[in-house]
């Protein structure tokens, strides 16, 4: 799902000049037991709005897992 969504945003970021990174601790498990639409819709959010305020440099989500 991840890769899904940076990929829906790559070329936005990179008309802008921006660099969109995601990076997955491996110690996130591979599935998660969540609402899978409704995770998707809050992540797109989080990097649409963040293209929408950044004009430079790069925009980087981390996801880790702690327990």
């Known amino acids: 799902m991840m ?3 940076q ?3 790559v070329l936005q970021a990179t008309a802008k000049g921006l ?9 996130v498990p591979y ?3 969540s609402d899978e639409r409704r995770l998707k819709q809050v992540i797109i959010n989080l ?3 963040s293209l929408k305020f950044t004009n ?3 925009i980087i989500i981390e996801c880790d897992f702690n327990h």
């Not at 660099?19 to 110690?27: E, G, V």
């Open 31 to 33: 599935s998660v037991r």
């Open 47 to 49: 990097i649409s709005n």
């Open 56 to 58: 430079e440099g790069s």
């Open 19 to 27: 660099n969109l990174q995601i990076d997955i601790a491996p110690s």
């Open 7 to 9: 990929d829906m945003f």
């Open 3 to 5: 890769k899904d969504v």
